[in-house]
């Protein structure tokens, strides 16, 4: 069966940086649309970062400061997280989709915590 498995946050000063990554199994990596989502508490699950073919996007709030990437050899997406701040404190969810109306697939999510 399909899995997802974060790793990777935890506890970092404003202006540092993590690396989170999402270990998958079960489907076709390499046609598949991989996502990070993050959701803080008291706020809706917004879209951060989508890589799908050789392209990749990023919500406003991220774009020069995250970065996602993908090895299709090893079925893993991984987003670089720099110069973090406050507000990118969440639990952050990796998921998988095959095409728009497809079925998502999501991960149990890590815990990023940006604080001093």
């Known amino acids: 069966q399909v899995q997802l498995v974060e790793s990777g946050g935890g506890l970092v000063q404003p202006g540092g940086s993590l690396r989170l990554s999402c270990a998958t199994s079960?489907?076709?990596?390499?046609?598949?649309?991989l996502s990070w989502y993050r959701q803080a508490p008291g706020k809706e699950r917004e879209l951060v970062a989508t890589?799908?073919?050789?392209?990749?996007n990023y919500a406003d709030s991220v774009k020069g400061r995250f970065t996602i990437s993908r090895d299709n050899a090893k079925n893993t997406v991984y987003l670089q997280m720099n110069s973090l701040k406050p507000e990118d404190t969440a639990v952050y969810y990796c998921?998988?989709?095959?095409?728009?109306?497809?079925?998502?697939?999501w991960g149990l999510g890590t815990q990023v915590t940006v604080s001093s």
């Open positions: 890589s799908s073919g050789g392209s990749t």
């Open positions: 998921n998988a989709k095959r095409s728009p109306l497809a079925r998502d697939y």
């Open positions: 079960g489907f076709t990596f390499s046609a598949y649309v």
